[in-house]
Nanobody
Framework: VQLQASGGGLVQPGDSLRLSCAAS????????VGWFRRAPGKEREFVAA????????IYADSVKGRFTISRDNAKNTVYLQMNSLKPEDTALYFC????????????????WGQGTQVTVSS
């Protein structure tokens, strides 16, 4: 499966953004999808993941209550709605997929899209 992330941009603190991860080349409903991010000078970290059919999802503590992951299997797309953005959310965001249940460990996702940059700054 191939993944394409989009929707990043430059926003101010408190603003919202919605990232999209569009999939092609596979049976999308087989795959759990996760979002990860890498901030400058930091390791890649888990953000959120959603199970194959949704809506069961898991979140990093740092985004819980502010970010919502969802999916539309008819459109082969997973979304990450990000509200109340903070400067510390600034990072390159990646989506990834695995055949099976969602997990938070990035090494267990074999399929990755390119990143989309999110910058939160006043």
């Amino acid at each position: 499966v191939q993944l394409q992330a989009s929707g990043g941009g430059l926003v101010q603190p408190g603003d919202s953004l919605r990232l999209s991860c569009a999939a092609s080349g596979g049976t999308f409903s087989r795959y759990a999808v996760g979002w990860f991010r890498r901030a400058p000078g930091k390791e890649r970290e888990f953000v959120a993941a959603i199970n194959r059919a949704g809506p069961a999802a898991i979140y990093a503590d740092s985004v819980k209550g502010r970010f919502t992951i969802s999916r539309d299997n008819a459109k082969n797309t997973v979304y990450l709605q990000m509200n109340s953005l903070k400067p510390e959310d600034t990072a390159l965001y990646f989506c990834a997929a695995r055949d099976g249940a969602y997990v938070f460990r990035s090494s267990q996702y074999p399929y990755w899209g390119q990143g989309t940059q999110v910058t939160v700054s006043s």
